[in-house]
T-cell receptor, first 112, second 114 residues
Framework: KQEVTQIPAALSVPEGENLVLNCSFT??????LQWFRQDPGKGLTSLLL?????REQTSGRLNASLDKSSGRSTLYIAASQPGDSATYLC???????????FGTGTRLKVLA | DAGITQSPRHKVTETGTPVTLRCHQT?????MYWYRQDPGHGLRLIHY???????DKGEVSDGYSVSRSKTEDFLLTLESATSSQTSVYFC?????????????FGAGTRLSVL
């Protein structure tokens, strides 16, 4: 059974710091991995999607990497800003299905 | 937003009553999903649909049923609501092509079962 873990559960950093969020999964038979952002009381917004054949994806100050063999993905946020404060979730799509398994998220607070 | 509307946005109901939540999309995407989000559990898949009248169970499907009679609408029904079904429910959609397999989410429905 696929399990997705995100550590730490919460993180506070000063503005301007570069930071890394972690996502690990137990079954490497994935089709893709997606990172999302969720603001309080809102739905999820997709940030980056990495196909299983890719190693990384970049969008602005965000960079996501994928190491399928070790069951890990990282989301790198450069020069963090207070507006980056949110919960970040990763989700993996299992091979052969359209089902997604989500991690429980990392709640990020960037202090001004 | 990706053209996804969930209704109602908030609902309070009593144990034992039937409840139907609606997800409507304007994107003509093939895949639609229902999730619930609870503290400590993250998002868990209830049911999903891969086409009109084609649905499959997720990891927490007990007590829920779904229907999709049109591409744009995906209904989630709690036949007899229980307090354990108090949660925030999210609908999501995605395309089926390799390059466009991004999931887009609605704003959620907050359901309280008293």
């Amino acid at each position: 059974k696929q399990e997705v873990t995100q550590i730490p559960a919460a993180l506070s950093v000063p503005e301007g710091e570069n930071l890394v969020l972690n996502c690990s999964f137990t079954d490497s038979a994935i089709y893709n991995l997606q990172w999302f952002r969720q603001d309080p009381g809102k739905g999820l917004t997709s940030l980056l999607l990495i196909q299983s054949s890719q190693r990384e994806q970049t969008s602005g100050r965000l960079n996501a990497s994928l190491d399928k063999s070790s069951g890990r993905s990282t989301l790198y946020i450069a020069a963090s800003q207070p507006g980056d404060s949110a919960t970040y979730l990763c989700a993996v799509r299992r091979e052969g299905t359209y089902k997604y398994i989500f991690g429980t998220g990392t709640r990020l607070k960037v202090l001004a | 937003d990706a053209g996804i509307t969930q209704s109602p946005r908030h609902k309070v109901t009593e144990t034992g009553t039937p409840v139907t939540l609606r997800c409507h999309q304007t994107e003509n995407h093939r895949y639609m999903y229902w999730y619930r989000q609870d503290p400590g559990h993250g998002l868990r898949l209830i049911h999903y649909s891969y086409g009109v009248k084609d649905t499959d169970k997720g990891e927490v499907s007990d007590g829920y049923s779904v229907s999709r009679s049109k591409t744009e609408d995906f209904l989630l029904t709690l036949e007899s609501a229980t307090s354990s079904q108090t949660s925030v429910y999210f609908c999501a959609i995605s395309e089926s092509t390799l390059a466009k397999n991004i999931q887009y989410f609605g704003a959620g429905t907050r359901l309280s079962v008293l």
